[in-house]
């Protein structure tokens, strides 16, 4: 069974809620109404009635399975600003909290945070910092988790290929010990997805061959990773070659349990993650679902600009899926 329907059959008829806040997008709302049509979700979309019924017209579509919440006229919006100004302490006024809560995706994960959703799928036209800040002003990383950070399951062929890289979303530049933070939670990510997580701390180095600072932060991150979670294989630092193919991995890193059979690529900052999964996709025909969060309280998810409607659908598949774990 590949591991969308396997996901299917664990959110299928659970009342999931997953708020939209890009209700005006036409891949979004296509990917909402298919996912209630399905029983999958309930999907929360949130915009102007009028305007994003005229929208699903254009296609035809019927948005009678969603809920469609307009911030301009939500009845307890009074209730948001109070919670909002508790949660964020001196940090914002009553009336600044009005104004920001009209931004879609403060509004969504607010829904969000005060448990009227189980989690937020957004970013098909907002960029990356507009689509997550919010979640780390509000909804925050789980007790023992400092970094929230994006991954994604890179997927080829009918789930015979899979495999998760990250961060390629969030931390432009995590010191030693955020990439180990990073790579204990890509570890537990792949294991959502029944991938036995072997762990490459990736670099342009193997074992030592290159000296830099770039390569000694990778080096402390791998011990540091291993220490935080000595029940997974984790090793580095590894070049690509080394840590992807069997023969590389044999000539570089010979006394590797990972190098040849990694599953799990850390990618030393966020450069190479972003431009690394971009190449994968589009060279590599690899399908790239995410970037899933990983770490905080509650499930939301970013996807890249450039998404297809079926992106929308997978991801929020797994948002749902990750919303029923601890
Ligand atoms: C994610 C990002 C927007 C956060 O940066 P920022 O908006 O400048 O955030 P700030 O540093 O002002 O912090 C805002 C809040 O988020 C928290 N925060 C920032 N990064 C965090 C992280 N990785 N994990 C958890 N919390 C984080 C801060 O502690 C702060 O909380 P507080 O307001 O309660 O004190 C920024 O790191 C970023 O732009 N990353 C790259 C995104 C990107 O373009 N990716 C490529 C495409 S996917
Ligand atoms: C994940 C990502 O790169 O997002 P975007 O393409 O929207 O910048």
């Known amino acids: 069974m590949d ?31 298919r996912l209630s049509a399905e029983g999958l979700l309930e999907p929360i979309v949130i915009g102007n009635e009028v305007e994003v019924k005229e929208i699903a017209n254009t296609r035809g579509l019927r948005t009678s399975g969603l809920t469609l919440i307009d911030p301009e006229t939500y009845p307890e919006f009074d209730e948001m600003v109070a919670a909002f100004v508790e949660r964020r302490k ?12 009209k931004d879609p995706n403060y509004f969504g994960t607010m829904l969000t945070y005060m448990d009227k959703a189980d989690g ?25 988790i400092s970094r929230t950070s994006g991954a994604f399951l890179m997927v080829r062929g009918r789930d015979e290929e899979k495999y998760i890289f990250s961060d390629c979303a969030i931390n432009v530049n995590p010191n030693a010990q955020e990439l180990a933070e990073i790579a204990v939670a890509s570890a537990k990510t792949a294991e959502m997805f029944g991938i036995d997580p072997k762990v490459a701390m990736l670099s342009f180095s193997t074992k030592g061959s290159a000296k830099s600072e770039e390569v000694t932060k990778v080096e402390e991150a791998t011990k540091i990773a291993q220490s935080l979670a000595p029940e997974y294989e984790i090793d ?13 991995g044999q000539q570089k890193a010979p006394d590797s349990k990972v190098a040849g059979h990694a599953t799990v690529f850390v990618f030393p900052e966020i450069q190479s993650g972003n431009i690394g999964y971009k190449i994968a996709q589009r060279f590599g025909n690899f399908e ?16 890249s600009r450039g998404c297809n409607e079926e992106e929308v659908y997978k991801l ?8 029923l774990m601890d």
């Open 90 to 101: 001196g940090k914002v006024t009553d009336d600044q909290a009005r104004t920001i809560l």
């Open 120 to 144: 937020m799928v957004s970013g098909a036209i907002h960029s990356t910092g507009d689509t997550v800040r919010p979640a780390l002003q509000i909804i925050k990383t789980k007790p023992g």
């Open 3 to 33: 591991i969308f329907e396997g996901l299917k059959e664990q959110i299928q008829g659970k009342g999931i809620k997953i708020v939209f806040p890009e209700g005006t997008d036409l891949r979004v709302l296509g990917a909402a109404i």
């Open 236 to 248: 580095g630092e590894l070049q690509f070659d080394a840590a992807y193919v069997a023969s590389v």
């Open 316 to 323: 929020s598949i797994i948002t749902a899926g990750q919303s």
């Open 288 to 303: 790239a679902i995410g970037p899933i969060l990983q770490g905080l309280n509650k499930p939301v998810s970013d996807l």
